[in-house]
């Protein structure tokens, strides 16, 4: 068991949170009770995950993605309004960590994909804080082999943008919505760019310029940062720690 705001304060510091620009308040984003025993995970704050986490008696919920995004309409109204209000009817606290889950050297979104993987982390690259990792596959895989490795850790088949047939070693990534880092990647003279997303701009882009890319799911890419942190939160306060899985194919 630990307070909640010792659990917030520890949260901050390990993740480096003021390290960060974001497009969301990263911390504790609902308040509730004072003491966490039960803590529940998941990769977004949707209802489904609130409601699962309240029927399993979770004390708090951590997630990647929570509320109050730069932009959207801050009224708490519709379905803002009933996901926050099961939370504070069930004194559930939430808290959420975007950009210092992804980028965290331990427990980050990037690093956990990495070892999933079988990668080999090499380095950073991109804006600073550097979010997005490259390094090498432990063989050469052809780029169908490597798109169904991914299929196969992730449980989800990648859309591919294929741009010949020569094997892969150096690969870049970053999970989530990071298709804007397909320039960079291969400015680097990777062989291959892993995300979440594509857009439209990405397919020509990486034929362009001549790099593989791999969209493999924003929430399938996203899973593992939030599991492993949890579990780390659980050991460390001997917390009881469960991870919320909900479909989503994006």
């Excluded at 708490?76 to 069930?90: Q, S, T």
């Excluded at 210092?100 to 991109?126: M, T």
């Excluded at 741009?163 to 320039?183: F, H, M, N, P």
Aim: charged share 20%.
């Amino acid at each position: 068991m630990v307070s909640l705001m010792s659990l917030v304060s520890y949260l901050h510091e390990s993740l480096q949170v003021e390290a960060f620009r974001d497009y969301a308040p990263n911390g504790l984003q609902v308040e509730g009770r004072a003491e966490v025993r039960r803590l529940a995970s998941g990769v977004t704050a949707s209802r489904a995950v609130v409601e699962a986490a309240i029927a399993a008696g979770a004390d708090a919920l951590l997630v990647h993605h929570g509320y109050f995004w730069q932009g959207e309409d801050a009224r708490i109204v519709g379905m803002k309004k009933r996901r926050v209000g099961l939370l504070l009817a069930h004194d559930v606290s939430l808290l959420a960590y975007h950009l210092p889950l992804d980028a965290h050297a331990q427990f980050g979104n990037n690093v956990q994909l990495a070892q999933r993987l079988g990668i080999a982390v090499s380095g950073r690259f991109g804006p600073d804080p550097a979010l997005v990792m490259h390094g090498e596959l432990p063989q050469p895989l052809s780029p169908d082999g490597l798109a169904r490795l991914l299929a196969e850790r992730l449980g989800r088949a990648p859309l591919h943008i294929r741009v010949g047939d020569a094997a892969i070693r150096s690969v870049g990534w970053c999970t989530g919505a990071a298709q804007k880092y397909l320039e960079a990647a291969a400015a680097q003279g990777l062989d291959a760019y892993i995300s979440g997303e594509v857009s439209e701009s990405t397919v020509h882009a990486a034929r362009e310029l001549g790099i593989h890319y791999f969209a493999a799911g924003h929430h399938a890419t996203e899973r593992y940062g939030v599991q492993a942190l949890g579990a780390h939160l659980a050991e460390k306060f001997s917390l009881e720690h469960f991870f919320v899985e909900e479909d989503n194919p994006v």
